[in-house]
């Protein structure tokens, strides 16, 4: 028996229509999203501002979107990085494609899908080097979103999630396309909200390519409205300290005591 691939897409739902957004939320839903800082190793702390939560990238490092299920259901993740589809490369709109979480399973999407072997590395960049700016469309710059869904379940009971996971010890992600036939007339409403008078530093290449397979799932939504919008603003760190926030150093505090300080046992002082 064939084993299941880690990410998987689906079919067009027939009839589906895109609806509105709702308002950006706090991150607090049952998906969280973080950036990881592939170079680093390490998820990247997000700090608040102007009504918005905001991380500070390195430019030419890669990064991940990290996405948490916390729930005990499959969710739908459509994901905007500059204001792009990851996955179809439009302007991103909720109805379009997506990744699927199993319940209390986890995802690092990192780059820009290519086919259902390869993507192309999500890329700290310049703002003019960024695959948006590269593509005619840098206006939404500096902001990655996900549009989260619930899946329709029927009204009689359904088993226990715990016993619908499936048996691989990885976590699986899932990718969706629901994408309607006038989505092309919508276009996306995950905007940035970036001062005029503080351009973004970053914006996100289009990197080296990297294996990540994919695989076709089902996935019916609940609703076409998504259940909740969560937004992410980043920047380098210079513009963020121009902003007033504070940013912890990102390997550890000065003078702060570590339990391991160093990765092996190193000599003695010589006699």
Do not use: C
């Not at 109805?95 to 209390?104: A, E, F, I, K, M």
């Not at 780059?111 to 259902?116: F, L």
């Not at 940035?192 to 289009?206: C, D, E, V």
């Amino acid at each position: 028996m064939k084993r299941l691939l880690p990410l998987l897409l689906i079919l067009p739902l027939a009839g589906f229509r895109p609806a509105p957004l709702p308002p950006p939320v706090a991150p607090d839903g049952p998906v969280r999203m973080t950036l990881v800082d592939r170079d680093r190793g390490t998820e990247l702390r997000s700090y608040p501002a102007d009504g918005q939560r905001w991380v500070g990238g390195e430019r030419g490092h890669r990064y991940a979107v990290r996405l948490y299920n916390d729930s005990p259901r499959r969710v739908l993740v459509v994901l905007s990085v500059d204001g792009i589809n990851a996955i179809s490369g439009e302007d991103a709109n909720p109805s379009q494609t997506g990744y699927v979480l199993n319940p209390g399973q986890s995802a690092d999407i990192t780059g820009w899908r290519k086919s259902q072997d390869e993507v192309a590395q999500f890329v700290f960049s310049s703002p003019g080097g960024s695959y948006a700016s590269r593509t005619g469309r840098p206006d939404n710059m500096g902001v990655i979103g996900i549009a989260v869904f619930n899946e329709r379940t029927l009204w009689r009971p359904q088993p226990s999630p715990i016993l619908r996971r499936p048996a691989s010890p990885e976590p699986m992600a899932e990718a969706s396309a629901a994408a309607s036939a006038d989505s092309s007339a919508s276009r996306s409403r995950m905007e940035g909200y970036a001062s005029k008078s503080q351009a973004p530093a970053l914006g996100t290449g289009h990197g080296d390519r990297e294996t990540s397979q994919v695989r076709d799932t089902q996935f019916q939504r609940a609703s076409p409205r998504p259940a909740y919008v969560v937004e992410l603003r980043y920047d380098s760190a210079r513009n963020l300290r121009a902003r007033g926030i504070v940013l912890d150093d990102p390997s550890r505090r000065p003078g702060e005591p570590q339990a391991f300080p160093n990765r092996y046992v190193p000599d003695p002082p010589a006699r």
